[in-house]
Nanobody, 127 residues
């Protein structure tokens, strides 16, 4: 099994930056991709970004965070980070780290195809 532990959530002002970290443990050899999702009260879970676990670490971003957020990995430390810049109030949500063993790449933006989830980290952006 794979266990994911998140850290780095908090309260920031509009335009500020915040960095989330996700530490993975257990059997990560079968993980093909890791992603970040968020969910605001009353909204559905939203895809934010994903990165392949092996190889060159290709990335995909949601249009809402493109050019502001950066996903990165450190395989030696088994960590995945999400650097969030130019934060807006609409970025306020609970952010979840997730891992998938699916090899169907075009489903990696769908939360239903992720097997393992972190506990969630609250990010609040004040205006």
């Amino acid at each position: 099994q794979v266990h994911l532990v998140e850290s780095g959530g908090g309260l920031v002002q509009t335009g500020g930056s915040l960095r989330l970290s996700c530490a993975a443990s257990g059997r990560t050899i079968h993980v093909n991709a890791m992603g970040w999702f968020r969910q605001a009260p009353g909204n559905e879970r939203e895809f934010i970004a994903r990165i392949t676990w092996s190889g060159g670490g290709s990335t995909v971003y949601a249009d809402s965070v493109k050019d502001r957020f950066t996903i990165s990995r450190d395989n030696a430390k088994n960590t995945v980070d999400l650097q969030m810049n130019s934060l807006k109030p609409e970025d306020t949500a609970v952010y979840y780290c997730a891992a998938t063993d699916s090899s169907i790449w075009y489903r990696w933006q769908n939360s239903d195809y992720y097997n393992y989830w972190g506990q969630g980290a609250q990010v609040t952006v004040s205006s």
